[in-house]
């Protein structure tokens, strides 16, 4: 099986929200947990898939339908987007 490998782009280009959220990509939970994660971070337990952002930022895809950023569960990908670059923009 090949290794697929992760490569975090860095903010220094980031200027926007649309630059910004085109730099996720998505990736299966075990290479994110196996790859990318710092020993305390855990996923939710209905976590499939995890998209990775510049920065290092990412949002959880979950199972039941949902997009879990920040423990917060959002119906759409767009609102967690809006959240994280709230976020993200503040220390820009």
Known sequence: ME??????????????????????????????????RNADEHLHFDCTDVV???????????????????SHIYVKLELAEDVLWEKISNNL
Do not use: C, H
Not at 7 to 13: M, P, R
């Open 3 to 36: 290794k697929t490998e992760i490569v975090i782009k860095s903010l220094d280009e980031i200027r926007d929200k649309e630059s910004f959220v085109d730099t996720g990509r998505i990736f299966p939970a075990s290479v994110f947990m196996n790859q990318i």
């Open 52 to 70: 990775l952002y510049a920065g290092g930022s990412y949002i959880q895809i979950l199972k039941s339908k949902g997009f879990m950023f920040d």
